[in-house]
């Protein structure tokens, strides 16, 4: 890797604000970030595993966020922590040792997939306003999605936001803001395991990973703001959209 430039501190800055802000509504930031840490000349696996310093500083400030707006439901941590934080220790070892090659049929499946149940049952991801919450005892299909969303997660950031959403919002049914604080929250656990994983295999570069972690927090800042004033629909059309151009990334990344 070259030396880091002040123009290329920059675009990392830059860029980490706009991956802090979507995916804190969304998510798909990291098919910026990994773009862009590549552009040094990075390998693709130290970038997936630089990346997460980003995605490990972003999550912590973001489920604190919404923690003091009174949106993380405390009681379902636990629960929830259990299937992704296992499932993110497979996958963090399997991206520490396996080639990267299939990770872009994997993610463009993931995100079709989304993009169809979200336009032809769009009530998937909205639930009604007298909706509660299920526990993962009285839905085990939960159970196994948030264990998929580890090791998807574990092994490359990319697109598991979504697949975080679809488990709490479409099978468990909270609220998108509140599984959005959720969502924070796990991919914050399973950002832990990844991190000492890579730091463990010694993948992590420091420098660019925390310059693009600061960015990323600013943009946190903005997104829950912005999540707790808008409309659900709007969270839902949002995600909706990211997840399109989630699709087209991956389909013409080389």
């Known amino acids: 890797m070259t030396m880091i430039t002040w123009e290329y501190a ?22 910026l970030t ?4 590549m552009l040094s000349g990075m390998p693709a696996d130290l970038a997936n595993a630089t990346n997460r ?9 973001g489920a604190m966020r919404f923690h003091q707006h009174q949106q993380l439901d405390v009681s379902a941590i636990i629960p929830v922590l ?6 993110s220790l497979i996958g963090a070892l399997l991206a520490s040792f396996l080639p990267l090659t299939f990770l872009k049929p994997a993610l463009l499946i993931v995100m079709i997939f989304m ?6 049952m769009p009530s998937v991801l909205e639930p009604g306003l007298d909706e509660i919450p299920f526990t993962l005892k009285q ?3 939960g159970n196994v999605a948030l264990f998929l969303s580890g090791i998807y997660g574990g092994f490359v950031q990319a697109g598991v936001g979504y697949i975080l959403l679809f488990s709490l919002t479409g099978i468990l049914r909270y609220h998108l803001v509140k599984a959005n604080a959720l969502k924070m929250t796990a991919t914050l656990i399973f950002s832990t395991i990844a991190l000492v994983v890579f730091i463990w295999r010694d993948q992590v570069l420091w420098i660019p990973g925390l310059i693009l972690c600061v960015g990323a927090i600013v943009g946190v800042q903005a997104s829950v703001w912005f999540a707790l004033k808008a409309h659900q629909k709007t969270l839902k059309w949002i995600l909706l959209v990211m997840i ?3 699709c087209l990334g991956a389909f013409f990344k080389k």
């Not at 800055?13 to 798909?28: C, D, H, S």
């Open 244 to 246: 399109f151009m989630t």
């Open 115 to 120: 993009a169809l149940i979200m336009v032809i």
């Open 53 to 61: 310093v980003s995605i490990w500083g972003q999550s912590a400030f």
């Open 10 to 31: 920059l675009l990392l800055l830059a860029v980490g604000v706009i991956a802090g802000f979507v995916n804190t509504l969304a998510g798909g930031g990291s098919m």
């Open 139 to 141: 839905k085990p299909a």
């Open 34 to 37: 990994l773009p862009v840490l």
């Open 82 to 87: 259990i299937p992704t934080a296992s499932g």
